[in-house]
């Protein structure tokens, strides 16, 4: 683990990333999800958590966004509040699944019904989608940056070739944690012995 030279929050608030595990920058995997369909969308198998201010996004984006995900709104997330001062509003629950994915995977093609139906309506999907979704395959925990699990025990698909897992997620941890915050993993990654 490395320590940064400050604690960065997020434009949120929450998280607030003080260290970042080295491996961000050595474990690679296949960054073009969407060119890709070997793996049929893996990583939407199971829910996800989802901070509490993004499902009241989602939720008052009414029965037109109902009707898109094609599920009830009933439906979307699981009842169990998780209070945890990481996520941005403190607290966070889980998408739940259905068939075996997301509830937001797209059935009928590929990709997240939140993220498409914000690229066609011109809305900053960030509002929207679930943080943890955004970072993966990197994640945080106890003021961290650490990769996914799914890297480390290599059920991650299109885990090995490709981009670190930094570059992968380059611009969003930007969008999140700023300029100084970028600068600063940019250097490390740079690191000869990386």
């Not at 995900?69 to 001062?85: M, N, S, Y």
């Not at 990481?86 to 259905?98: D, I, L, N």
């Not at 915050?181 to 940019?186: N, P, T, V």
Request: hydrophobic residues 40%.
């Amino acid at each position: 683990m490395i320590a940064l030279s400050r604690e960065f929050p997020s434009i949120f608030g929450a998280p607030a990333i003080h260290t970042v595990d080295e491996r961000i920058f050595t474990l690679r995997y296949f960054a073009r999800c969407m060119d890709c369909g070997f793996c049929g969308d893996q990583c939407c198998n199971y829910g996800v958590d989802i901070d509490w201010a993004n499902m009241e996004h989602l939720r008052s984006l009414g029965r037109d966004f109902e009707a898109f995900v094609g599920v009830p709104h009933e439906a979307w997330f699981t009842p169990e509040i998780v209070h945890d001062p990481e996520f941005p509003s403190g607290a966070y629950a889980r998408t739940r699944s259905v068939g075996g994915k997301c509830v937001f995977a797209d059935r009928q093609g590929r990709g997240c019904r939140i993220h498409a139906y914000c690229l066609e309506r011109g809305l900053d999907y960030h509002l929207y989608k679930p943080l943890v979704s955004i970072l993966f395959p990197l994640t945080f925990e106890y003021g961290a940056l650490v990769p996914s699990p799914e890297t480390l025990d290599n059920t991650l698909a299109c885990n090995g070739k490709g981009e670190t897992l930094f570059n992968g997620v380059r611009d969003e941890l930007l969008y999140y944690f700023g300029k100084g915050f970028i600068a600063e993993l940019d250097a490390l990654a740079a690191t000869p012995s990386r």
